[in-house]
């Protein structure tokens, strides 16, 4: 378990589009993951993210989630 304020929120929004929200305020379903790539790695290979928001995840998504955990990282 960790605080939100260490997780990165995946939001599928009502109109159903998938989008990251750092601040934790964006409406819709929420998924959170940890700020590890090791994590990503982890939940991409399960579709974990895929199962918790019920809807198949972009490709663009996954290479947003990867950007900034790399930066965040350096």
Avoid at 6 to 22: H, M, N, T
């Amino acid at each position: 378990m960790k605080e939100k304020r260490q997780l990165i929120r995946v939001v599928k929004a009502p109109d159903g589009e998938i989008s990251l929200d750092f601040k934790g305020k964006k409406p819709g379903r929420g998924a959170y993951l940890c700020k590890n790539p090791e994590c990503l790695a982890k939940a991409r290979k399960s579709k974990a993210l895929e199962r918790a928001l019920e809807t198949p995840i972009p490709e663009a998504v996954y290479a947003e989630l990867s950007e900034r955990m790399e930066a965040a990282d350096g």
